[in-house]
């Protein structure tokens, strides 16, 4: 069913933080690559940051280097992104992504899973 349990979302005024999570429940999450995306409203899905499967690597989108920090605990198959000082324009849906790593999979793994969207709304 569902891949994720995801939590951290709501309504949040600017300046503020959120810390947004995602733990696998149905694959094994220390076999995948893992994303963050968001889609703003009325906008395209955009890339946001990424982190190896063993979490010794980090990438992020040029914009958001600054205010965005992903994170990993394999131990308890949780992916993390702390966001700070908020802004209206980080309104929008953020999705978690778990991308097969190859040197780690597993006969019968699945290439790729989607959350289904945690919803951050930045506003007064």
């Known amino acids: 069913q569902a891949p994720f349990v995801e939590s951290g979302g709501g309504l949040v005024q600017p300046g503020g933080t959120v810390t947004l999570s995602c733990t696998a429940s149905s694959f094994t999450f220390s076999n995948y690559i893992m994303n963050w995306y968001r889609q703003p409203p009325g906008k395209e899905r955009e890339f946001v940051a990424s982190i190896s499967v063993t979490g010794g690597s980090r990438n992020y989108a040029e914009s958001m280097k600054e205010r965005f920090y992903i994170s990993r605990d394999n131990a308890r198959r949780t992916l993390t992104m702390r966001v700070i000082n908020l802004k209206p324009e980080d309104t929008a849906v953020y999705y978690c992504?778990?991308?097969?790593?190859?040197?780690?999979?597993?006969?019968?793994?699945?290439?790729?899973?989607w959350g289904q969207g945690i919803q951050v709304t930045v506003s007064s």
């Open positions: 992504h778990a991308e097969l790593g190859v040197d780690y999979s597993d006969p019968g793994d699945e290439y790729a899973y």
